[in-house]
């Protein structure tokens, strides 16, 4: 192919030559083709300098093009996850077929850096990104929690200066955070939705979408009267009323929104877990321990699929209306994983009602049109050369998507990143040690010059000020028992302000704080307390999952023991444990237990 060709189509699809590295061409011969919005049952796709030259090719092979098979198999623009929290692993998506992620939050410094790498044509080693930066939230309110500040409001004439600040840090677009918690979790802090209003006029004003996370119908409605051009989440629900599900797909499409149900994570809320992406050897070898134990943990203690009936029933009625339906995971959040977590939400979606192929579309052209991306999720010539080949028909068994033969991304192969993945996982996997413990199981070793364990990184005090809350905990080491064990006292003062406020002692049983620990050895945590009578919790964090699993317990006046088995902290995968700790809170006061002779017990 020529250069001035070339030239031309990469103008036209809005890219150059300076910004794309140009190698030899590639053609996927006699392919299915599903171009984002129909299927094609036996075409050639060429492709070079990162973009699609001809969808449709027909000719002789370039000189030196690179033939791939398509026979059986079907080529598809890569996926794009319409609601993430990209904050690390930006090649993991890539080895799943997402080649696109739109983020609902993450830190300004890691959109701008991404957003530089794209700019210089040199992210193909990774998944691109469109995001909105800074969430708008309430103080104290969802997206608060995250151990970083963030600016936030409370009154609708803050919304302007608001939008105008997101908009220089380089936001795409306006995320909005309705959520006041409920069901089981700490209440929180909410946006009103006069505020809310006022944010989607400031974005509107400024030429940007306004997207809206909501948890219950009542706010999906309002907002969707005030003008939101997206809901970003769907809600639970045991018992949907048909003709609330209906008004509320005609109103959306009244108003020319889009919805992403979120399947994933609503899930993981509910305690259920659809299908087991890792029970597919091509799809686990990619994923590491933390990995792993992201995908496993659940929000929800126990499952209740039942809490499935609203938000798919509220899908199906919404297909039925013709409202765009954008496949969005919320990978960043316990039960998903970046790039894998596509996988179950196309599954879902088509158990919703959609067909296979409106879920296709769902993942590649819907978002692409949703979010303004330009010529993503699309093959047709001048489409960017974002590509998953897989074997089989995806448009007659959904799970085919999850049989990947090559993703390509701006043109090139990650066959190499994938390939590196695996052996790097294998590695991993295969020098995974089981922690040994101690021949009595304790992990509690308390003397005056320090707080130690048999192993780890040692006992420390953890509370909230990790998260912009004023809790504090002062320890000290009593005298020896008649056993000889000395209790560690813990005075804790939990602060009002968060609803998450927590003032702790932990144990980090990894070589290096919140570093992973298999202790899949053990069956019981037994520990002995006393104290003021209150409620306090144990918490257990795993590896790659902000949000731990709870048991509670009350410290009485004399001296208990107390046994937890370790399958009671729900959502945790005992291979790969990160914290273990003794907490006071969520609610303000002065708190005071002592606690000794902790012991991880393999019965």
Same mark, same amino acid.
């Given at each position: ?43 050639? %796709? ?66 701008? +850096? ?38 936030? !409001?409370?009154? #609708? ?51 940007? @979408? ?6 219950? *119908? ?15 989440? @769907? ?6 009323? #048909? +003709? ?38 091509? @799809? ?65 979606? %088509? ?54 033969? +090559? ?20 590695? +991993? ?5 089981? /922690? ?28 909230? /000020? ?24 813990? /005075? ?5 302000? !968060? ?19 298999? !202790? ?18 144990? !918490? ?20 208990? *023991?107390?046994?937890? #088995? ?23 006061? *002065? ?10 017990? *393999?019965?």
């Amino acid at each position: 192919m020529s250069t001035p060709v070339l030239k031309a189509v990469l103008a036209a699809a809005g890219f150059t030559l300076s910004t794309l590295a140009l190698g030899a061409a590639t053609l996927v011969e006699n392919v299915r083709v599903f171009d984002g919005k129909s299927m094609h049952e036996r075409r050639s %796709v060429l492709f070079d300098g990162g973009v699609i030259v001809d969808a449709d090719f027909r000719g002789t092979a370039p000189a030196n093009a690179r033939i791939v098979v398509g026979a059986g198999r079907t080529l598809l623009p890569g996926l794009i996850d319409a609601h993430t929290h990209a904050f690390k692993q930006f090649d993991l998506p890539l080895m799943f077929g997402v080649t696109t992620q739109v983020d609902m939050f993450t830190a300004v410094p890691v959109m701008q +850096e991404v957003k530089r790498s794209m700019a210089a044509g040199t992210n193909a080693g990774a998944a691109d990104m469109f995001s909105a930066g800074t969430l708008a939230t309430a103080p104290n309110g969802h997206g608060t929690q995250y151990g970083f500040p963030i600016p936030t !409001l409370t009154r #609708p004439d803050q919304a302007q200066a608001f939008v105008d600040a997101r908009i220089a840090e380089g936001s795409d677009f306006i995320k909005i955070v309705l959520e006041q918690g409920g069901k089981g979790t700490s209440k929180m802090k909410s946006l009103d939705v006069a505020t809310a209003g006022a944010l989607i006029e400031a974005a509107h004003r400024r030429g940007k @979408l306004a997207v809206v996370h909501v948890s219950n *119908e009542v706010d999906a409605r309002a907002v969707l009267e005030a003008g939101a051009d997206g809901l970003v989440h @769907l809600f639970l629900g045991a018992a949907p009323q #048909p +003709e609330a599900v209906a008004s509320l797909a005609r109103l959306a499409k009244a108003r020319n929104a889009f919805v992403i149900p979120t399947f994933a994570v609503l899930e993981s809320m509910a305690g259920v877990r659809g299908d087991d992406l890792l029970a597919d050897p091509g @799809l686990a070898a990619l994923v590491n321990r933390e990995g792993a134990a992201t995908l496993k943990a659940r929000y929800g203690a126990q499952a209740n699929p039942q809490q499935l009936a609203t938000p798919k029933a509220v899908t199906a009625a919404l297909h039925r209306a013709g409202v765009p339906l954008l496949a969005g995971t919320d990978a960043g959040n316990a039960g998903t994983l970046y790039g894998i977590s596509m996988h179950r939400e196309l599954a879902a979606l %088509v158990e919703a009602g959609l067909s296979p192929s409106a879920a296709l579309a769902a993942a590649t052209s819907a978002p692409a049109a949703a979010f303004k991306l330009g010529r993503r999720g699309c093959i047709a010539t001048g489409c960017k050369a974002d590509l998953l080949l897989v074997d089989g028909n995806p448009a007659a068994d959904i799970k085919a998507t999850r049989r990947i033969v +090559e993703v390509w991304k701006d043109g090139q192969s990650t066959a190499a990143l994938r390939d590196a993945k695996r052996q790097q996982v294998a590695r +991993e996997l295969g020098g995974a040690t089981r /922690q040994v413990l101690p021949p009595d199981g304790r992990i509690s070793d308390f003397s005056a010059a320090r707080l130690a364990g048999p192993f780890g990184s040692g006992w420390v005090p953890s509370t909230d /000020q990790f998260a912009g809350g004023k809790s504090s905990v002062k320890l000290d080491v009593l005298p020896a028992l008649p056993d000889g064990q000395a209790p560690l006292a813990v /005075q804790a003062t939990v602060a009002p302000g !968060l609803p998450f406020a927590w003032s702790s002692v932990a144990f980090m049983p990894g070589a290096q704080p919140m570093g992973a620990a298999d !202790l899949s050895a053990a069956k019981t945590l037994r520990f002995r307390v006393r104290g003021d009578g209150k409620t306090y919790q144990v !918490l257990m964090m795993g590896a790659g999952n902000m949000r731990p699993s709870s048991v509670a317990f009350v410290a009485k006046a004399e001296w208990e *023991e107390i046994s937890i #088995p370790l399958n009671a902290f729900a959502g945790i995968d005992p291979a790969a444990v990160a914290m273990l700790a003794f907490s006071a809170g969520p609610q303000p006061g *002065e708190y005071r237990f002592e606690l000794v002779d902790v012991r991880l017990l *393999e019965q």
